[in-house]
């Protein structure tokens, strides 16, 4: 299993017969070398309404034909677009191509802010977490303020393996935040996001690193350019 950082908070985790695309923020993300139209998803999901988020979902879904995961209110937006979405809310889970996929929260506004009349409600922002037929947790924890629930329900109750968290500060969690989410929920494996797309959420990641070796030196930081891709390890085998 692997996962490429597409720049921003846009992801591919891709298995050996499945691709699943996380905010798809491509075409209008200056730091996402990837063309759009090589990718190919199986799944796509949204965590939440924002432009720099939604990015290319529109003409991805109409080319590709994915299983399009998001929040109700979303959903119903994409519907009325033509598009075919799987309605979700904080708490629930789905299964798509035997991956359970779980949406949890985020704290963070979800208006759909790229309409031409003023921005129209999107909703409650979200998470995804990810179970793979491996038992593999992949948690991607989307837009997001530091909040307890970190600790006592993500961090105790569903474990993440390998965690992607944005520490790009003004709009969610800062470095010295992000680092303190990740703490509590003590993945194998956290790879920062969200940071260094546009001049007001410029961060040296060296920093988030720094502060996780502080606060727990067992977690394995994963520092990653645009367009690179992580090998996940079996971590069945490290048991």
Same mark, same amino acid.
């Given at each position: ?15 050996? %017969? ?10 209008? &993300? ?41 929040? $109700? ?40 802010? !790229? ?14 977490? !990810?179970?793979?037929? %491996? +038992?593999? *947790?992949?948690?991607?924890? +989307? ?5 307890? %629930? ?8 569903? *474990? ?9 500060? *003004? ?26 797309? !546009?001049? $007001? ?6 920093? !988030?690193? &720094?502060?996780? *070796? ?10 990653? &350019?645009? +367009? ?12």
């Amino acid at each position: 299993m692997e996962i490429k950082w597409l720049g921003h908070s846009a992801f591919e985790i891709i298995t050996s %017969d499945t691709t699943i695309l996380i905010d798809p923020f491509i075409s209008n &993300n200056p730091v996402c070398s990837t063309p759009v139209e090589e990718l190919n998803p199986d799944i796509i999901c949204l965590t939440h309404g924002h432009s720099d988020h939604f990015g290319d979902l529109l003409e991805l879904a109409e080319v590709n034909n994915p299983v399009v995961v998001t929040n $109700a209110e979303l959903a119903v937006f994409l519907q009325k677009q033509g598009i075919e979405a799987v309605s979700m809310n904080i708490g629930g889970s789905i299964s798509v191509r035997d991956i359970r996929i779980t949406m949890l929260d985020a704290k963070h506004s979800s208006d759909i802010d !790229f309409v031409e009349e003023n921005c129209i409600p999107g909703g409650s922002a979200a998470s995804f977490l !990810f179970t793979f037929e %491996d +038992g593999t *947790k992949i948690y991607h924890a +989307g837009d997001t303020g530091l909040y307890s %629930d970190m600790e006592n329900i993500i961090g105790r109750i569903y *474990k993440p393996d390998v965690l992607m968290v944005p520490i790009g500060d *003004k709009f969610t969690m800062g470095p010295f935040e992000g680092a303190l989410a990740t703490h509590w929920m003590s993945p194998k494996v956290v790879i920062p996001m969200h940071y260094n797309t !546009f001049p $007001a959420i410029e961060q040296d990641p060296v920093v !988030f690193s &720094n502060f996780v *070796k502080q606060l727990n030196p067992s977690i394995d930081v994963v520092i990653m &350019n645009p +367009g690179e891709t992580y090998e996940v390890p079996d971590f069945n085998d490290e048991d």
